[in-house]
């Protein structure tokens, strides 16, 4: 079946760092795969998503790259805020049912 | 935007209690999914439905049943609410057409069973 693995965290950085949150999968066919972002007190929101191998996401400066050949999307940010401090959830979607198959989150914390 | 509301963002109830959490979507989306979120565990899929009066069980559905009636609304049921189901609740809501469709997420309920 779907899986997802992704960083396990927490991690903690200081504001204007760089960041790189780890997300590898196993899947049947060809997913697509997304980065959800989660604040305090929130539900999930969208951050990037791509559909095809070598496709490029990007949003808010986060960006990350669907590599088909080592099955991984990680996501980058080159300098990090502190209102970037949030839950982040790699996840995918195989199928033809549209579920999501999602990683356990990776909590991230900027300091000023 | 698409909005998808949940009914409450707290509620406690106590245990053996009938608990029904609600969900509405104004974008006109075919498929809805509850899940649960428990810290470690990241989200876990209870039920979805893909059209009305329409169900599937998700990975952990033992003890909550579900209920869509109107394309807009997906309701979920805890029977009999025990402590193991505190938890944050977290509705969503996707389009069928299209590949690798979005799921929308409502602000979630956090439920508490004494």
């Known amino acids: 079946g779907n899986s997802v693995t992704q960083m396990e965290g927490p991690v903690t950085l200081s504001e204007e760092a760089f960041l790189t949150i780890n997300c590898t999968y196993t899947?049947?066919?060809?997913?697509?795969l997304f980065w959800y972002v989660q604040y305090p007190g929130e539900g999930l929101q969208l951050l990037l998503k791509?559909?095809?191998?070598?496709d490029k996401g990007s949003n808010k400066g986060f960006e990350a790259t669907y590599r088909k050949e080592t099955t991984s999307f990680h996501l980058e940010k080159g300098s990090v805020q502190v209102s970037d401090s949030a839950v982040y959830f790699c996840a995918l979607s195989g199928g033809s049912n549209y579920k999501l198959t999602f990683g356990k989150g990776t909590l991230l914390t900027v300091n000023p | 935007d698409v909005k998808v509301t949940q009914s409450s963002r707290y509620l406690v109830k106590r245990t053996g209690e009938k608990v029904f959490l609600e969900c509405v979507q104004d974008m006109d989306h075919e498929n809805m999914f509850w899940y649960r979120q428990d810290p470690g565990l990241g989200l876990r899929l209870i039920y979805f439905s893909y059209d009305v009066k329409m169900k599937e069980k998700g990975d952990i559905p033992e003890g909550y049943s579900v209920s869509r009636e109107k394309k807009e609304r997906f309701s979920l049921i805890l029977e009999s609410a025990s402590t193991n189901q505190t938890s944050m609740y977290l509705c969503a809501s996707s389009s069928s057409s299209g590949r690798g469709d979005t799921q929308y997420f409502g602000p979630g309920t956090r439920l508490t069973v004494l």
């Open positions: 899947a049947t066919g060809y997913p697509s």
């Open positions: 791509a559909t095809k191998a070598d």
